[in-house]
């Protein structure tokens, strides 16, 4: 028997269904989301401290790319990207979001923010806009570069049922959990695809699952996650 409830197979599968087939506002879509084509994430700049913003969105885009197997690297150009990441102003938010997303509002109480824009279930485009004001003020600078950019792989849903993990606003975790990393390689094994419903995600689900706890990976996850760059950045590694 697993020695934590998060590594349970049966938790697993409903944390997967409830953070990547449910939405975090409007209606469920209850189809599987991920995406086929190379990430390539542009970082547009309104704020000082590029240099330290860059590494540590760079440290999570590397280890977002170790878990997944997915293609995921940042580029100079807008026009090469097909993830763009805001860094701003608060006062500045609600403008370039709008801009960018036909003038869709801001849902209250939200302090960072991310869409992605998806075709049968293959996202195609993404975007994240973080107040880098705000959320440094609130300590949460860090938490929003990791939420956002974890989300739009495909686990866009936030949760309180699924513990311990970025995607629970009530958690404490900063960097991505033991959970978070076998819930992303759960989505991008080759065997989900875009497009699929509940019942076809944990029928395949429960046999990717089985085989990542044969081979380790779950029992192992907790440890395996604490080597990402950002938690050796952060003080957290070991």
């Not at 599987?32 to 590494?55: C, D, G, M």
């Not at 960018?100 to 801001?106: A, L, S």
Request: one cysteine or more; a negative charge.
């Amino acid at each position: 028997m697993a020695a934590e409830r998060w590594q349970q197979p049966d938790y697993i599968l409903d944390s997967l269904v409830e953070v990547g087939l449910r939405a975090e506002h409007g209606p469920d879509p209850l189809i599987l989301r991920k995406w086929r084509q190379p990430l390539r994430v542009y970082i547009e700049h309104r704020v000082a401290e590029r240099s330290l913003h860059e590494q540590l969105v760079d440290a999570h885009l590397t280890q977002l790319a170790q878990i997944t197997g997915h293609s995921i690297q940042r580029v100079g150009s807008r026009a090469d990207a097909n993830v763009e990441l805001l860094l701003l102003r608060q006062q500045d938010l609600l403008s370039a979001w709008q801009s960018r997303t036909e003038g869709e509002r801001i849902p209250e109480g939200t302090l960072c923010l991310a869409k992605i824009w998806a075709r049968g279930g293959e996202i195609r485009r993404a975007l994240v806009a973080i107040p880098v004001d705000q959320a440094s003020q609130h300590g949460k600078l860090v938490s929003c570069i990791v939420e956002e950019l974890t989300q739009i792989l495909g686990l866009p849903n936030d949760s309180e049922k699924v513990f311990p993990s970025v995607f629970n606003d009530r958690s404490t975790d900063q960097l991505l959990s033991g959970l978070d990393l076998v819930l992303l390689k759960l989505l991008y094994d080759a065997r989900l695809q875009p497009g699929m419903g509940p019942e076809q995600v944990r029928q395949i689900g429960m046999r990717v699952i089985r085989e990542l706890a044969a081979d380790g990976v779950i029992a192992d996850a907790a440890r395996q996650v604490r080597e990402g760059e950002l938690y050796r950045m952060l003080g957290y590694g070991g």
